[in-house]
């Protein structure tokens, strides 16, 4: 049974960071490309980055210079640093794995930027 299971949302100041995780199991991870998506209220799902199993990554316009994606294969897990956090941030942020037809969604992790 394939299971993705994020950790490390939370509230957080304008201007601070935070460490989003996502443990994997049940799929050959080093195969899989991994990903964050988050989805606003209201607002449609959408691409935050996402990286390879060759290590590439793609970043969209509103995070890029603030967040980075990092995968450990030995430890199935995808982490996502976000820095410099913006009240449009806030979102619930989900973690994907994909390979060709497969595609899995975690249950996602709040994260909400407010002072």
């Known amino acids: 049974q394939v299971q993705l299971v994020e950790s490390g949302g939370g509230l957080v100041q304008p201007g601070g960071s935070l460490r989003l995780s996502c443990a994997a199991s049940?799929?050959?991870?080093?195969?899989?490309?991994m990903g964050w998506y988050r989805q606003a209220p209201g607002k449609q799902r959408e691409l935050v980055l996402i990286i390879s199993s060759g290590g590439g990554t793609n970043v969209a316009d509103s995070v890029k210079g603030r967040f980075t994606i990092s995968r450990d294969n030995a430890k199935n897990t995808v982490y996502l640093q976000m820095n410099s956090l913006k009240p449009e941030d806030t979102a619930t942020y989900y973690c994907?794995?994909?390979?060709?037809?497969?595609?899995?969604w975690g249950q996602g992790t709040q994260v909400t930027i407010s002072s």
């Open positions: 994907n794995a994909k390979y060709y037809k497969y595609n899995y």
């Open positions: 049940g799929i050959i991870f080093s195969s899989y490309t």
